[in-house]
């Protein structure tokens, strides 16, 4: 099992989703983490059109294993924090957060000198389509991350 830290600099193009997904994919595929591929690349979809949409500047991308699923990170120039967003019925975009609620088994964000970190974990075996009673929520990791919601 291989396992390490898989790093991408993305500049804000409108295929940069799709560069962001076929990386953390073969990474996944490398693994042997064919399970966790439809809520990773979910996720990290979500987190990089997030971030090309608030802040329009060059993204990092880090996809790890770390022993228990997989760990993936967004930087971008914003320092403005992820937060859940009031929906009409019609609304076509501000699910993001709710959608890391719901799939994810943690995710948080960090500020950074230049922007924010927006993290997720999603573990292998782990059931990670919840249904919307589902426990999902926010949660931080001590010394690593501020709770999503504030």
């Known amino acids: 099992m291989q396992q390490g830290t898989h790093a991408l600099e993305l500049e804000p193009r409108l295929d940069t989703s799709a560069v962001a997904r076929r990386h ?3 990474r996944l595929l490398a ?3 064919d399970d966790l591929v ?8 979500e987190l990089v059109t997030n971030a090309l949409l608030h802040s329009g500047t060059t993204l990092g991308l880090s996809v790890q294993r770390d022993g228990v699923g997989v760990l993936v990170e967004v930087t ?8 859940k967003r009031r929906l009409s019925a ?36 782990a059931e ?21 919601e504030g």
Request: charged share 25%; glycine share 14%; aromatic share 8%.
């Open 24 to 26: 953390v994919l073969s």
């Open 31 to 33: 693994w042997g983490l």
């Open 38 to 45: 439809d809520p990773v690349l979910l996720l990290t979809s």
């Open 76 to 83: 971008d120039g914003s320092s403005v924090p992820p937060a």
């Open 90 to 125: 019609t609304a076509v975009t501000g699910r993001g957060v709710r959608l890391l609620d719901l799939v994810s088994d943690s995710w948080g964000w960090t500020p950074t000198d230049t922007g924010k970190r927006v993290w997720f974990r999603v573990r292998a075996g």
């Open 128 to 148: 990670w389509a919840r249904g919307a009673d589902g426990a999902g929520r926010a949660v931080s990791e001590p010394g690593r991350a501020r709770d999503a």
